[in-house]
């Protein structure tokens, strides 16, 4: 079954540019606001315990002009379970980052943190907001997300992207899997970290039910080259969408 895969543009790095120097440019909320306008579906943001790019404040300004989808990523940390249940974003993406990550580089043990994962979902849920589970391309793990009440996940997708210039067969073997045990199970299904111009139109033909695609570091990078209207479209078209 093909359906429409929406993409979401992280825009971390936009605030990584910003904080730089101190100011307010580039204007983050702006970007945001532009990027809709150039045919995104939706706006991710994954606000750190440190605030190294986006910061909280952002998350508020945003909610205020944002029309399309709004995705917050993050470790249900408290402080980030109250910024997101006063916000109401569309979406939560719960990521299991330790405070001083580097960046994502793992999903969750959905088995191991079936209690604590449970509760968070039950929370965000009842305040009506979609929930997502961030995991390895590993069914036991999809599995897992399901039984805790997720209403979707998101395929960790940097081994794919790792793997993909070598051997694009065996990058996307996993995520087959793992896909199809989301289909079977009723999950929706997102993917993320380190998709880029090269490796998402086999990730979408390969797995043509994918719900929604967050991707920031390579779609911000490509902008200073490409400008940034011009690769919001040409994500789109790696999708198949006519942008
Ligand atoms: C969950 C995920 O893969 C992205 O949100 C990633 O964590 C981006 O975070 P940085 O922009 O801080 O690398
Ligand atoms: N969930 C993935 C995301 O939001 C962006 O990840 P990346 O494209 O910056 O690696």
Redesign the pocket.
């Known amino acids: 079954m093909t359906k429409e895969t929406k993409l979401s543009v ?1 825009i ?2 936009i605030a990584t540019l910003r904080n730089a120097r101190g100011g307010n440019v580039p204007n983050v909320i702006q970007a945001a606001i532009d990027i809709e306008s150039f045919g995104a579906d939706g706006i991710t943001v ?1 606000p ?1 315990p440190d605030e190294r ?1 986006i910061r909280y404040a952002d998350v508020y300004a945003l909610k205020k002009v944002l029309t399309t989808e709004f995705n917050i ?1 993050g470790n249900p940390i408290e402080r980030f379970m109250d910024l997101v249940l006063e916000v109401k974003p569309t979406q939560v ?1 719960l ?1 299991p ?1 330790p405070p001083d990550a580097l ?2 580089n793992a999903g969750w043990d959905t088995v191991t943190h079936a209690a604590f994962l449970k509760k968070v979902v039950e929370r965000l849920k009842k305040a009506g907001i979609r929930v997502s589970i ?1 995991v390895n391309p590993d069914e036991r793990m999809v599995e897992g997300a399901a039984r805790v009440g997720a209403d979707r996940v998101e395929l960790y997708t940097e081994p794919y992207a790792r793997l993909y210039p070598q051997d694009r067969e065996a990058a996307i073997a996993p995520y087959l899997k793992a896909a199809a045990a989301a289909r079977d199970l009723g999950l929706g299904l997102n993917a ?2 380190d998709l880029n111009l090269e490796n998402l139109a086999f990730l979408k033909e390969q797995i043509p039910f994918l719900d929604e695609v967050s991707i ?2 390579a779609l911000i990078s490509d902008a200073l080259y490409l400008g940034l209207e011009n690769t919001v479209q040409l994500y789109l078209r790696r999708l198949g969408r006519q942008a």
Request: proline share 0%.
């Open positions: 992280n971390n790095k994954h750190r790019h990523e993406t990521v980052d960046t994502s961030f993320g970290h920031g570091h």
